[in-house]
C-alpha cells in the first residue's frame, strides 16, 4: 500500500514541475491537477487554524491552546490515515481496470475537499 501512495504522490509531485506538460493519461492528469489544489487548500487551511491557535484566538473557548493544538494534529493525523485507507479500497476495487489510479486519485480529491470544508466550518 505504502508504495502505491508513493507512486501517486511522486506522479503528483512530477506534474508539479511540469505544469504545462503531463505524459500520463489526460484523465490522470486532470485528477492530478485537480488533488494538487485540494491538498494546498487543506494545507493552507490547516496552517490558517495553527495561527489562530498560536495567536490564542480561541481563548473563549475556555479550553488550554495546547489541547486545541493537540486535538487537532491527531485529529488530522488519524483523518490522513483513514482517508488513505478509503481511497486505497477504491484501487483495489478497481484494481482490474484502468482507471483504477484516476478513481483513487478523484477520491483523495473528494475527501481532501470535504475535510477542508469541515475544518473551516469548525474552527473559523
Keep these: 500500500m505504502n508504495k502505491i501512495m508513493a507512486f501517486v504522490f511522486s506522479l503528483a509531485a512530477f506534474s508539479c514541475f511540469s505544469q504545462q506538460v503531463c505524459e500520463l493519461p ?45 486535538s487537532l494534529v491527531k485529529g488530522q493525523r488519524a483523518w490522513l490515515k483513514y482517508r488513505d485507507a478509503n481511497c486505497e479500497a477504491y484501487y483495489t476495487l478497481f484494481s482490474g481496470g484502468t482507471s483504477r489510479n484516476v478513481d483513487r486519485t478523484q477520491c483523495l480529491t473528494e475527501m481532501t475537499n470535504t475535510r477542508v470544508l469541515l475544518l473551516k466550518k469548525v474552527y473559523f
Excluded at 37 to 51: K, S
Aim: glycine letters at 0%.
Design 26 to 70: 489526460e484523465a490522470l492528469c486532470s485528477a492530478l491537477a485537480e488533488y494538487e489544489l485540494a491538498d494546498a487548500e487543506l494545507n493552507n487551511t490547516y496552517r490558517q487554524i495553527l495561527q489562530k491557535i498560536a495567536a490564542d484566538e480561541f481563548a473563549d473557548y475556555r479550553v488550554a491552546k495546547a489541547d486545541i493544538k493537540d
